[in-house]
């Protein structure tokens, strides 16, 4: 019965992406079978287990100095801006294109598109790899055949000589690549990628990678994809940019998941957070509590106004990181 609940409760999920339409929650509780229970504005309802969920320790994530990220939906006035910027990106001319001269980085070209912050930057690159809107194969990722040898032989030549395309596609390379810029101090942005996603990468073979591309594990896919780009990202002609940057807007154009609520799971807290991500940074929808009926009205409320000030804590300190990045950029 409750796998056939959850089946029926999937199908919903999907339903309201498809039509374009965009559901809130209605309704949210965490039941006693473990699973998150919703009902949308237009009277679908669906059943998510809290095992599949994105788990976090937020005292843990609090006290650190350095970005929290959440795997979440982007606000739809997020979305609507964006859409817009691209709009507007593809019908200007360059001379009039105000991110035309922005060109001559990857960070430059995707911030002055998609603007927010650097989890912006994460949510939005990994959706446009996970949609295959962005692909790391791609023909204008393919480096040219050549026999040309600088001299006197550089370091670069001598890291990329191999490669077939602009970025480290094997992941023999990729993580050769990584552990000599680790080495030499040049991690970069690499740095604030999430450590779960630097740890799935590290341990996955070549062989690894073929089977999850066999089986179109497009999550784990794009969190690797997107550490190989970022590997390649000094290696990067503007033609390479122009086209990341494209696609990466061109994802949100289609973006479908504006829809669905995304949920975290506060470990400590015993609490489902659904969030979205608009312009300043994690926004709450709702918090519902396990065994929320134990609670008496004062505690919930005392739980839901401390997680608040923790999810705003987040976005400062969020933002702080995010400021002095753009300055060590820009100097």
């Known amino acids: 019965m409750i796998r056939s609940s959850f089946f029926i409760g999937f199908i919903l999920l999907i339903t309201p992406a498809v039509f374009g339409q965009n559901y809130t929650i209605e309704n949210m509780s965490w039941e006693n079978d473990f699973k998150i229970h919703l009902q949308l504005d237009n009277d679908s309802n669906y059943i998510i287990d809290v095992k599949e969920l994105h788990h976090s320790n937020t005292f843990q994530n609090n006290t650190t100095n350095a970005y929290t990220y959440y795997p979440v939906k982007l606000n739809k006035e997020f979305i609507k801006h964006l859409k817009e910027k691209s709009y507007e990106s593809t019908t200007l001319p360059d001379s009039l ?10 960070w430059s070209a995707l911030h002055n598109s998609i603007g927010g912050e650097w989890i912006h ?17 791609a023909p204008l990722m393919k480096r040219p055949a050549s026999r040309w040898k600088p001299k006197p032989i550089t370091e670069s030549y001598k890291r990329t000589r191999k490669w077939e395309y602009y970025v480290p596609v094997k992941q023999s390379d990729a993580i050769k690549e990584y552990e000599i810029k680790k080495a030499k101090g040049e991690l970069g942005n690499l740095k604030d990628i999430p450590d779960e996603f630097i740890q799935l990468f590290l341990n996955t073979s070549n062989k690894e990678y073929k089977k999850m591309q066999e089986e179109n594990n497009t999550k784990d896919l794009a969190k690797i994809d997107m550490i190989k780009v970022l590997l390649g990202a000094n290696y990067l002609g503007k033609t390479q940019i122009k086209y990341i940057k494209s696609m990466v807007l061109k994802s949100i154009t289609k973006y479908s ?9 506060l470990d400590n807290f015993d ?3 659904a969030m979205n991500l608009n312009e300043n940074g994690y926004k709450i929808e709702k918090i519902v509590f396990s065994k929320q009926n134990n609670l008496d009205d004062s505690e919930i409320s005392d739980r839901k106004k401390e ?3 923790i999810i705003n804590h987040i976005n400062s300190v969020n933002n702080k990181m995010f400021q002095q990045k753009l300055k060590q950029h820009y100097n």
């Open 97 to 106: 294109n105000t991110t035309s001269n922005s060109n001559k980085t990857l």
């Open 121 to 137: 930057f994460i949510n939005c690159f990994l959706y446009s790899l996970e949609t295959n809107y962005l692909n790391i194969t």
């Open 257 to 265: 998941k504006s829809q669905l609520p995304s949920i975290i799971i």
């Open 271 to 273: 609490a489902a957070v």
């Open 307 to 309: 997680i608040e000030n």
